[in-house]
């Protein structure tokens, strides 16, 4: 016979179990996970490179931009990011450019992250989290989508499989 000890042990252990099978579907990138932008123009964005070169929005008129905040110290953001990288690669040629907003930590950090491995996209420094607040990030990592016109289109919440079909679909659509 099991004691209360035991079965509350189970059923800790059975909805821990059931809460990473319910997050881990949500890595996925089926098209509910994209939600559409409301607000008619993007909020502002004007930071540096890890060169120091400065950067803003305006910059990328006329290309598709996925942009991502993230942080070295968040696992979901790291793991998001091979999947950015192979989308990346699947629309090479294309008018595409990922932004990385590193959320708020220091440069060296971030360029210690950038050294260790290929990440293939521009990294840009918010020592300050201006940004996430102007865009009003409260989850990491947390993406947005801007067409070629410069409007945003979509934002994505969590991480999620930028090299899913419906990913590369939802992208490609604004490629139009």
Not at 92 to 107: C, D, M
Request: charge should be positive; glycine fraction near 8%.
């Amino acid at each position: 016979m099991r004691s209360r000890r035991d079965i509350r042990i189970a059923l800790i252990l059975g909805a821990a179990v059931c809460l990473a099978l319910g997050l881990a579907g949500r890595v996925g990138a089926d098209r509910a996970r994209f939600i559409a932008w409301k607000e008619p123009a993007a909020p502002p964005l004007a930071l540096s490179d890890l060169t120091g070169q400065a950067h803003t929005l305006a910059d990328y008129r006329d290309r598709v931009v996925l942009m991502n905040f993230w942080a070295t110290w968040c696992e979901p953001c790291r793991a998001e990011m091979a999947s950015i990288q192979k989308l990346q690669e699947r629309l090479a040629g294309r008018p595409f450019t990922v932004l990385l907003v590193n959320y708020g930590e220091a440069r060296a950090r971030v360029a210690d992250f950038a050294n260790r491995g290929p990440i293939g996209a521009r990294i840009l420094l918010d020592p300050d989290q201006d940004a996430p607040r102007a865009w009003r990030v409260r989850v990491l990592p947390s993406s947005f989508l801007i067409g070629p016109d410069g409007r945003v289109r979509y934002g994505v919440i969590g991480e999620i499989d930028w090299a899913s079909d419906d990913a590369i679909e939802v992208v490609q659509g604004l490629l139009r």
